[in-house]
């Protein structure tokens, strides 16, 4: 894939298309020890906050992605072309506790450049994160009552804000 660094000032792209069509890998963990895991995601934010530029994603208790966040300083998202939109499904849908679904994917880790978490060869953007804010949604803060819908069985969301230290990609998609 053709990624190169973009500067976070410099990055342009429809965010909605991006988080709710196209959907993120989140990947939390050490690549070079063998021990991260990965899910889709297409909750999220994308801004400025504390003066810095960030990321926020959030992740259920109940997933198994959440320990390595919970356990590890930093993240990755990688997003990728529409072609690959079945191996993110398959990798949303099933458990990295029950067996290896990135080999089952078909997609390829490989080492960030400043995170221990992984990026992904065939991604055409990587934000690599370092945590850096975290709070579990208490539902006591919903104002709009719907919102209690999504959670039926009270497994609220653990939210983590991401200063983004790295953005490699694509430059004829993410870029002006």
């Known amino acids: 894939m053709n990624i190169q660094p973009i500067a976070p000032k410099d ?6 298309t991006l988080w709710e069509k196209e959907w993120f890998l989140l ?9 991260y ?22 992740v259920r208790p109940t997933r198994y992605t959440f320990g390595f966040m919970e356990s590890n300083p930093d993240f990755t998202m990688c997003a990728f072309p529409n ?6 499904s398959l990798l949303g849908a099933k458990s990295g506790r029950d067996g290896d679904k990135i080999k089952e994917s078909g997609l390829t880790p490989c080492k ?23 709070d ?7 104002i709009d009552p719907s919102i209690e819908n ?6 609220y969301h653990k ?18």
């Not at 990055?11 to 909605?16: C, L, N, R, T, V």
């Open 83 to 88: 072609k690959y939109h079945k191996a993110l």
């Open 112 to 134: 960030s450049t400043l995170v221990n978490a992984p990026s992904y060869i065939e991604a055409n953007l990587v934000v690599e994160c370092r945590k850096i804010y975290t």
């Open 27 to 35: 990947s939390a963990g050490n690549f070079s020890e063998e021990k």
């Open 150 to 155: 999504h959670y039926p069985l009270a497994d």
């Open 136 to 142: 579990i949604l208490k539902p006591q803060g919903f």
């Open 37 to 58: 895991n990965c899910m889709t995601i297409s909750w999220g934010w994308m801004g400025i906050i504390w003066n810095k530029p960030v990321v926020q994603v959030l």
């Open 11 to 16: 990055f342009f792209a429809k965010i909605y």
């Open 159 to 176: 939210i983590y804000y991401g200063e983004i230290v790295n953005l490699r990609g694509d430059p004829t998609l993410y870029t002006n």
